[in-house]
């Protein structure tokens, strides 16, 4: 009972000193509250306000430049989609992965905390010194291996077919040649006088060939083409009969059309060539005469001639193929420089030997005239070519050919010499759209055996 009483009065005494300690506890954080410096506090304040103002100015700054990524990624397709509608696909050889290295100063995406602002240690901007990882965007695009396009003046194209694609090219052609000759059948007393009889002639031929090309392409580097060409040819003959004493002068018209001789090429592109670094093109071609030769035509005289002095010699009908199955071996080049693009082609022509050859004479029936080989042709040519835009261009070029002397029976035909062919060419082209492209070009005769001038049209179409 006494030690309860004892328990009790411990515990009073310490309730009643808590009472007392507890108001001065109080009292002492009041003062020292109070004791802070307003100025300090007011400090404070002014700081975390403007703290406050520049995360919201800064969360303002990141929307807009959220905003701005957005309108030049919509510009960026755009832009893609005006270059791929106008054919400007090809793009740099560095494109994946060099913009990032070529701009290291980027700006990289900036992490926010979940407040919406930016943690203190975060930079907004990566200095140069710091390494950045660099990544190709995107696959990187295929690289054309093609030569590049030219206006078309050679017969040999430079450009292939792409794999599996077909293009059929129709084409016209018209060619115009005359020609005039003197034949002194006599003798002189002295060079100003002459006994005899002067022959006149003048040859005026009009040829005309449309003909429809097909080109497959096998390979990315070979493609096949075969060409059937539809001749219409017209000539006229102005002579002066010899040994007739007229001075008259008398008109013979011949005049043929139908097939000509369809023809095959294959093309092989050797090389991947590129800026200053040629393209060479390899071609082998096989011609047909299924076209009406000249020893189908009838003739009105077996010789122009001294003992007929009615006939005229010239055939009653033109023909329309050469009369001999023929195999061309060339090349074509191409280098580019830009501007410009050089090209050219080499080739040589073997026309093959024809067995017990006969021809067809009026009112005669069949002369036997033996084995007959035409003259080989080796060809040469060059040009340059200049892209106006994207969808014109323009070409100029030279081509000259040697055409031997034809045979019989494995010697020289009497009368038959060398020719050379020459032509100064000019051509352009203008791509309507994707499928579509249309090629002129003009040529002009250097030399007398060339035709005067031919205009060639082709229009490819790509399917």
């Not at 808590?18 to 002492?28: D, K, S, T």
């Not at 406050?52 to 755009?78: H, I, P, T, Y």
């Not at 830009?338 to 004479?361: A, C, M, Q, W």
């Not at 309507?432 to 229009?459: C, F, Q, S």
Request: aromatic fraction near 6%; hydrophobic fraction near 35%.
């Amino acid at each position: 009972m006494y030690r309860n009483g004892r328990v009790m009065q411990a515990k009073t005494c310490a309730g009643a000193l808590v009472l007392a300690v507890l108001p001065m506890w109080i009292g002492a954080c009041l003062a020292q509250e109070s004791a802070v410096d307003p100025a300090l506090r007011e400090k404070i304040e002014s700081q975390g306000r403007k703290i406050d103002a520049m995360r919201s100015r800064m969360a303002e700054q990141l929307a807009e430049l959220e905003q701005m990524k957005r309108e030049l990624a919509s510009q960026e397709v755009q832009y893609n989609d005006l270059r791929k509608a106008i054919g400007l696909n090809a793009l740099e050889d560095a494109r994946g992965g060099s913009a990032a290295v070529a701009n290291p100063d980027a700006q990289a995406p900036l992490p926010q905390n979940r407040s919406g602002g930016l943690p203190p240690s975060t930079p907004l901007v990566a200095t140069s010194s710091q390494t950045v990882a660099t990544q190709p965007v995107g696959k990187r695009p295929e690289e054309d291996e093609r030569p590049p396009e030219v206006a078309p003046i050679f017969d040999q194209p430079g450009v292939l077919t792409p794999r599996g694609k077909l293009i059929i090219e129709p084409s016209y052609q018209y060619g115009y040649s005359s020609s005039d000759r003197v034949a002194l059948v006599g003798y002189t007393v002295i060079p100003a006088i002459l006994i005899g009889l002067v022959d006149v002639r003048q040859v005026k031929t009009t040829t005309q060939t449309g003909a429809l090309a097909f080109r497959y392409g096998l390979t990315n580097r070979m493609e096949l083409e075969v060409r059937v060409p539809y001749v219409d040819t017209h000539t006229d003959t102005i002579s002066r009969e010899i040994f007739t004493g007229t001075a008259q002068d008398n008109l013979f018209t011949t005049s043929g059309k139908g097939i000509g001789d369809v023809e095959a090429t294959l093309r092989y592109q050797i090389n991947d060539g590129g800026a200053d670094k040629p393209y060479y093109i390899g071609w082998f071609r096989a011609k047909s005469r299924t076209g009406r030769d000249p020893f189908d035509v009838t003739s009105d005289c077996v010789t122009r001639c001294v003992e007929n002095v009615t006939g005229t010699g010239l055939p009653l009908q033109s023909p329309t193929g050469s009369g001999f199955y023929s195999a061309q071996l060339g090349m074509t080049w191409l280098y580019p420089s830009d501007p410009v693009v050089f090209f050219g082609n080499i080739s040589y022509l073997h026309n093959f030997e024809r067995k017990n050859v006969s021809r067809n004479v009026l009112l005669a029936g069949k002369q036997f005239l033996g084995d007959v080989k035409a003259g080989d042709i080796a060809d040469i040519s060059i040009g340059m070519g200049l892209s106006l835009n994207e969808k014109a261009s323009i070409s100029i070029g030279y081509d000259q050919a040697f055409v031997a002397r034809t045979e019989q029976d494995g010697h020289p035909l009497p009368g038959s010499a060398r020719a050379t062919l020459g032509s100064l060419l000019i051509g352009g082209s203008y791509r309507y759209n994707a499928r579509e492209t249309l090629n002129v070009t003009l040529g002009v005769g250097i030399t007398r055996d060339t035709p005067d001038t031919t205009i060639t049209v082709r229009l490819p179409i790509t399917l």
